[in-house]
């Protein structure tokens, strides 16, 4: 059994993504505080040019192509406190453009705006480690980059940690992402259960179950049979 390989995951620029919404409004999106697993693969596979690993474009996507993948990557999480930036927030009325258009504002049963951003994202500077489980002997580069966030706009240097991660180190695992793997893999067994004592379990959307404070034994045991 080899060991796990760990990297470490800095933002060369600010990062933004609609990772969930803030007030109700669909124009109020802020970003998490971690890179999802899930990006982080779909990135790495686009800059490396592994397969045709590409997100079917649907309004519920299940991101199975991923089981296909020949390394699995844990949730990259930050060892110290996040730097966010300021919140970007306003709000366009029908009557802020340079004209009245009083039509649209009845139409709109007198809605006090007609669109509200508000948006927070990472700064750049933030770095985040995660860890990676390989199958088929594969292995990532030492030194890579990856495009994230809205518009791929954010640009990461993805570097391998040689030696033992930072202390404080622990791995998030991502039940939704082990479960694709274990059902491709290991047809009719039943989805991961958080493993360990008392596991931090945080569900953040359907997409993200993360489970936190894991070793290398429990996260292995959740993403077999990579290893």
Request: aromatic share 14%; with cysteine; charged share 20%.
């Amino acid at each position: 059994m080899i060991n796990l390989e760990t990297f470490r995951l800095e933002l060369l620029d600010s990062l933004y993504y609609n990772s969930y919404l803030d007030s109700g409004a669909a124009g109020a999106a802020l970003t998490a505080t971690f890179v999802g697993d899930i990006a982080m693969m779909y990135a790495t596979c686009r800059s490396l040019g592994i397969g045709n690993l590409n997100p079917k474009i649907t309004s519920s996507p299940r991101y199975e192509e991923l089981a296909d993948c020949p390394f699995i990557i844990s949730v990259a999480h930050s060892v110290s406190p996040v730097k966010m930036l300021p919140v970007y927030d306003f709000a366009t009325s029908f009557m802020s453009e340079g004209y009245e258009d009083l039509e649209a504002f009845k139409a709109s049963f007198n809605a006090p705006f007609r669109n509200w951003i508000r948006k927070q994202g990472l700064s750049a500077g933030n770095v985040f480690y995660f860890s990676v489980a390989y199958r088929d002997y594969y292995r990532l580069p030492s030194t890579y980059s990856v495009r994230l966030g809205n518009m791929r706009s954010c640009i990461a240097k993805v570097s391998k940690v040689e030696g033992s991660p930072p202390q404080e180190y622990d791995i998030w695992g991502n039940l939704y992402t082990a479960g694709l793997v274990r059902k491709r893999w290991n047809p009719g067994e039943k989805p991961p259960s958080p493993p360990g004592p008392s596991p931090m379990l945080e569900i953040l959307s359907s997409y993200y179950e993360i489970v936190k404070g894991l070793d290398e034994t429990s996260w292995r045991s959740m993403v077999s049979p990579y290893e």
